[in-house]
T-cell receptor, first 110, second 113 residues
Framework: GIQVEQSPPDLILQEGANSTLRCNFS?????LQWFHQNPWGQLINLFY???GTKQNGRLSATTVATERYSLLYISSSQTTDSGVYFC????????????FGRGTSLIVHP | DAGVIQSPRHEVTEMGQEVTLRCKPI?????LFWYRQTMMRGLELLIY????????DSGMPEDRFSAKMPNASFSTLKIQPSEPRDSAVYFC???????????FGAGSRLTVL
């Protein structure tokens, strides 16, 4: 199956700082999603981004499918950005069924 | 839409008891997924359905686990008998065709004593 690795595993920021989270995957994918799990455990879909760049407010994501990685940018971080960020890719070539990385745990201090 | 609805939110039970977790997907979504989250294993797919039919249950850990989807608006995940190692958060998610965008429920936190 397709392997997915996220980095860094942990990140601590001061409010207002910018950050970049990375997701590497081992094979070409037709589906890539970024999720945020807030401190209460809720998983929220941030982006569906198999290729290209998307932006939503202070968050943006870029997937370079040919080089098998995706980046999630958080600008002017806020305490509400704290939580775990997951990347999900298909578990095997030709599949759409998502398998999740281990996530990046982000803490934003006021 | 109310989103994906799971119940119960929290369940504490004793080893050997039967546990039933419930999920109502978003209306119109034809894919339904059950995931389990633990510190050790992260988020792992247990089973998924398409149009109420189980497609792949290879992630179900043992015969003690079973899942059903009797209609498009309801699914259950049952553990019988439960064991302490089943303690985890169980998530249900649904999506439109292509599984492009998953919407998760709030999860059911299971503690087996």
């Amino acid at each position: 199956g397709i392997q997915v690795e996220q980095s860094p595993p942990d990140l601590i920021l001061q409010e207002g700082a910018n950050s970049t989270l990375r997701c590497n995957f081992s094979d070409s994918v037709n589906n890539l999603q970024w999720f945020h799990q807030n401190p209460w455990g809720q998983l929220i879909n941030l982006f569906y981004i198999p290729s290209g760049t998307k932006q939503n407010g202070r968050l943006s994501a870029t997937t370079v499918a040919t080089e098998r990685y995706s980046l999630l940018y958080i600008s002017s971080s806020q305490t509400t950005d704290s939580g775990v960020y997951f990347c999900a890719v298909p578990r095997s070539g030709g599949s759409y069924i998502p398998t999740f990385g281990r996530g990046t745990s982000l803490i934003v201090h006021p | 839409d109310a989103g994906v609805i799971q119940s119960p939110r929290h369940e504490v039970t004793e080893m050997g008891q039967e546990v039933t977790l419930r999920c109502k997907p978003i209306s119109g979504h034809d894919y339904l997924f059950w995931y389990r989250q633990t510190m050790m294993r992260g988020l792992e797919l247990l089973i998924y359905f398409n149009n109420n039919v189980p497609i792949d249950d290879s992630g179900m850990p043992e015969d003690r686990f079973s899942a059903k989807m009797p209609n498009a608006s309801f699914s259950t995940l049952k553990i019988q008998p439960s064991e302490p190692r089943d303690s985890a958060v169980y998530f249900c998610a649904s999506s439109l065709p292509g599984a492009n965008v998953l919407t998760f429920g709030a999860g059911s936190r299971l503690t087996v004593l």
